[in-house]
């Protein structure tokens, strides 16, 4: 992925974007501050203490102003809901990948990933600092989009 960008970068006679390797939790940024930072389906990758952890680090990387452009797995409904809503969404896959995911990578996906809820998340995402300017959240209750901006 980080080629394919490295490519699109080049491409578009872009100077002002750098492509890094580096996790939440261990990335050191040394450049001047960071006006963007695009986080796509991995923040789900971290338990909820060590995802504040990551938010607090983003937005020390920012500068004041700058974004932070979250794409993720956010349970967009409320416990009680759960075995429902898990189950509607296991249920658009086949046994077989079918689009991009089978029925038992969702599964797995729900034993042992670590999407949590928009209500745990959101304040999270306030505490370390940022203002939820605009925010998607699909209609079954599984992904969300934001755009956070640091305070």
């Not at 699109?8 to 002002?16: D, Q």
Request: proline letters at 3%.
């Amino acid at each position: 992925m980080l080629e394919r960008l490295r490519t699109r970068v080049h491409e578009a006679g872009l100077s002002n974007v750098e492509v890094v390797q580096g996790g939440f939790l261990t990335y050191v940024h040394q450049a001047d501050a960071a006006d963007v930072v695009y986080s796509r389906y991995a923040l789900h990758h971290l338990p909820d203490f060590w995802k504040a952890v990551a938010l607090a680090r983003i937005r020390a990387m920012l500068a004041p102003g700058g974004v932070l452009r979250l794409s993720d797995v956010v349970w967009n409904f409320g416990p009680e809901e759960a075995p429902e809503r898990i189950e509607a969404w296991c249920a658009t896959a086949g046994t077989q990948v079918e689009g991009e995911w089978s029925r038992e990578e969702l599964e797995e996906h729900v034993r042992d990933e670590h999407s949590t809820f928009t209500w745990l998340l959101e304040p999270m995402i306030e505490r370390a600092g940022f203002t939820i300017e605009d925010f998607a959240h699909s209609k079954d209750g599984v992904d969300a989009q934001y755009v956070l901006r640091a305070r």
